[in-house]
């Protein structure tokens, strides 16, 4: 059976090039959660040959999207952070685990942790939801 979530980020990854793009992958969604994951290439790479601050960004933005997307409520990102603790590393898969802190409203707040296979933290991000007008899909009543 397909949940709510699952069908609500069907929709939104028809629709989602810039993810695709990047080489994102949604690996898991669930009602208020989502991992998004990147094999980190050299193209994904800063002068330093880091994984860029804005890939990893990108990533986390994503994971925080198809998460407060998840109840086929039409959202939208109201504002976010991110604080990079660690570089990611071209040849390894990358993970951004997004999950539900609070939602009241029309707002949430969610926060997700990009991570490198051994679990050491690259980034932590912060973001803050605004539901707006629409839903992804046609809910059957």
Not at 29 to 43: I, N, S, Y
Not at 75 to 104: C, D, F, H, W
Request: overall charge negative; aromatic content about 8%; hydrophobic content about 45%.
């Amino acid at each position: 059976m397909t949940t709510v979530a699952q069908r609500a980020a069907a929709a939104m990854w028809d629709g989602d090039a810039a993810s695709k793009w990047f080489g994102f992958e949604l690996a898991d969604v669930a009602e208020g959660t989502a991992t998004m994951t990147l094999h980190v290439q050299p193209h994904h790479c800063n002068g330093h040959g880091n994984l860029h601050g804005g890939v990893s960004y990108a990533l986390a933005d994503s994971a925080f999207a198809f998460a407060c997307n998840s109840r086929n409520q039409m959202t939208v990102a109201q504002s976010n952070t991110i604080t990079y603790l660690a570089p990611g590393i071209a040849g390894e898969m990358i993970t951004a685990t997004a999950r539900e802190v609070a939602l009241k409203g029309k707002i949430g707040i969610y926060d997700v942790t990009v991570t490198r296979p051994d679990g050491t933290i690259i980034a932590e991000f912060r973001g803050q939801s605004r539901a707006i007008l629409g839903t992804l899909f046609e809910e059957k009543t």
